[in-house]
């Protein structure tokens, strides 16, 4: 029995040493390649995102370099804005002050009786809205500088019906059929006159030249006789327009009929 005992004991230690015995050389290769892989693929995308911050960069500088042109190119547009905004207002306080007839006078019209001084109703200038269309700048202008320069007031009044059969939606149709008026009642035509004034009056409530055009076609309507009718308009330049210099020339007028 103990023969066998002992070759028990020898298989059993035998089996023990196999069961410890280290990894083929095979399989630890294998695992520092998958480790190599893994550290190129980890480099790999490093490297990719690195890039990838490097191009955001890159567009994020671009983006503000154009934000910065924007700026100042608003800027220089705004500049130019105002500038055009107070050439308008220049414009309109000195052709009011040349061509605002002397409503309770009987002028007589030709071009050179025109140029003669006569009182200003309106010296308050207020802003007017700037057309982006150039080509509707420049017809304005034109109809504008025969008043203004050139002085041919007579030559003005084709230019200005010219333009609000050309631009009947422009923002300056208001303003060119209030000038329409002043330069027909200049001319003794009062029935023209009154029709620019009440197309200044009926169909353009938002217009700044609508409490002078209202208190225009009142006074016309006083020069003709119709003291009823001038009184009620009188009033609602009053009313409607209780803080303005046309206000103040009604109350005025209407205090002496």
């Known amino acids: 029995m103990k023969p066998k005992l002992i070759l028990a004991a020898l298989l059993m230690s035998g089996s023990t040493h196999v069961w410890a015995a280290p990894a083929p050389v095979s399989e630890a290769t294998a695992s520092e390649s998958s480790i190599e892989q893994r550290l190129s ?3 790999q995308l490093m490297q990719t995102r690195n890039l990838l911050q490097a191009n955001l960069q890159q567009q994020l500088d671009l983006l503000q370099d154009e934000v910065s042109q924007l700026r100042g190119i608003t800027e220089e547009h705004s500049y130019k804005l105002e500038k055009v905004l107070q050439r308008q207002r220049e414009l309109y306080q000195e052709i009011e002050e040349r061509v605002s ?22 010296n308050e200038v207020t802003q007017t809205p700037v ?18 320069q050139d002085k041919r007031y007579d030559a003005a009044i084709p230019e200005f019906q010219a333009f609000v059969k050309a631009y009947p939606n422009s923002v300056y149709v208001p303003n060119a059929h209030y000038w329409l008026g002043q330069l027909l009642t200049i001319k003794g035509d009062t029935a023209g006159a009154k029709f ?14 609508r409490p ?3 208190l225009k076609l009142a006074t016309l309507e006083q020069q003709q006789g119709q003291l009823a009718r001038a009184k ?16 103040k020339l009604a109350a005025d007028r209407v205090s002496k009929m």
């Open 232 to 247: 009620q308009l009188f009033n609602e330049v009053i009313t409607q327009y209780p803080d303005s210099t046309a206000a």
């Open 131 to 148: 057309s982006s269309d150039v080509s509707e700048n420049d017809a304005y202008d034109k109809a504008v500088k025969l008043i203004m």
């Open 41 to 43: 693929r980890l480099e």
């Open 212 to 214: 002078d055009a209202l």
């Open 196 to 209: 620019h004034f009440e197309t200044v009056v009926n169909q353009h409530a938002d217009s700044t030249k």
């Open 101 to 122: 007839a002397a409503y309770s006078q009987q002028p007589s019209y030709d071009s050179q009786s025109a140029t003669t001084a006569v009182p200003t109703v309106d």
